[in-house]
């Protein structure tokens, strides 16, 4: 889902992430804020003090959506479930589920922490704006702090619409769920729910773009595309948890054909090695032990003209948990261990002894045949 991110700190053991789409969205918030609607609603204040407080405004809504998806992770927590983090991106902000809820209970306290949480925020903003706003009118702080009161507002009320993955849609499928003993299901309608929604805010977003609100109507139609493509893609990452539940790394690793030494060139590595195994990555043994890893990634590294004078020690992955993983492994958990090592393939090992490698297309290529025989 996410781009780039940067981690900015860590509360109640949750990190906090930030995408770099957050960026646009900040930027877009705030001459929003600066240039429109404080302007159009408190006349007459000097241009200095509308980006102030457009710049306040942006730190709030960072902060709003921060305590909204943590109300769903320490909800979850509390459940049972692990917690991944936080990252706020272009859409809003997501708290990142190490796995699905296990049952219809623990799926509604998670969904409804979110909104429960911006609907306090906005009660806390209303009384803080009520205490400190003047008799004769409204001051600049108050213009703010009133402002925040009705995003989170208005953040709870969107969140509650009844299209998954949306707090709403989340609370429907729990319901469908409990209703019918049925997970699957639940999720296939509350996902077409997401769907419709989606459509309903891109047509919403033309009507308003040919209106003459082309800005309001292109940010319609973006989160339009985006609901539709979170629902739709809800779904079938629960129909690959489903097909893959029993697959383990050992199950799809291709059986160890070749180890290389780490004292051999480049050179030969590729002419005697890549070329004639084709592996997309060699365990590097020393003295029957698994020390490290080469592949094309670190072989792209060297210049050609230098292949003959440097050796796979030089140019080696050193061994971690990143590039090794256990025979009984999911395929699921080893995908994600692709992803997140930015690697070709790990190697399938057990106490360092390589039993064969793994790659990210033989994952796919068998979620891709489960799917399609399958999934009806």
Do not use: C
């Amino acid at each position: 889902m996410f781009g780039h991110s940067v981690s900015l700190f860590r509360i109640f053991g949750f990190e906090i992430r930030v995408d770099i789409t957050w960026a646009f969205l900040a930027i877009l918030i705030a001459v929003s804020l600066a240039r429109g609607f404080f302007p159009a609603t408190y006349e007459g204040w000097p241009t200095v003090t509308y980006w102030w407080m457009a710049a306040v405004g942006i730190v709030g809504v960072f902060m709003s959506i921060v305590l909204h998806e943590l109300a769903h992770s320490v909800a979850a927590r509390f459940m049972g479930l692990q917690m991944k983090g936080i990252t706020l991106f272009l859409f809003g902000g997501v708290a990142e589920m190490g796995d699905e809820p296990k049952t219809a209970k623990t799926e509604l306290v998670m969904a409804i922490a979110g909104p429960i949480m911006s609907l306090v925020l906005a009660g806390l903003l209303f009384a803080t704006a009520n205490v400190l706003r003047p008799e004769d009118g409204v001051t600049p702080l108050v213009a703010v702090i009133d402002y925040l009161g009705w995003l989170n507002m208005i953040v709870a009320i969107f969140n509650m619409v009844p299209a998954f993955p949306l707090d709403g849609g989340r609370v429907l499928r729990a319901f469908l769920w409990w209703l019918k003993g049925d997970k699957r299901s639940a999720t296939l309608y509350a996902s077409r729910g997401g769907e419709l929604f989606g459509l309903l805010l891109i047509g919403l977003g033309i009507f308003a773009a040919i209106s003459g609100a082309f800005g309001q109507g292109l940010w319609y139609v973006l989160i339009g595309m985006f609901v539709r493509w979170a629902a739709r893609s809800s779904y079938q990452q629960l129909e690959v948890r489903r097909v893959m539940r029993d697959v383990t790394a050992q199950d799809l690793m291709l059986p160890r054909q070749d180890m290389v030494p780490p004292d051999i060139s480049v050179a030969e590595l590729v002419q005697h090695h890549v070329y004639q195994f084709q592996q997309p990555v060699f365990p590097v043994i020393d003295r029957d032990e698994l020390i490290g890893t080469v592949g094309l990634d670190e072989i792209r590294v060297v210049p050609q003209e230098n292949w003959p004078l440097a050796t796979v020690r030089q140019i080696m992955r050193p061994v971690d948990e990143t590039t090794i993983v256990a025979p009984d492994t999911s395929a699921l958990d080893a995908m994600r261990q692709l992803q997140q090592a930015e690697v070709e393939a790990l190697i399938v090992a057990r106490d360092h002894h390589p039993l064969g490698v793994v790659s990210q297309s033989d994952i796919l290529k068998l979620i891709g045949l489960r799917m399609d025989l399958e999934t009806r």
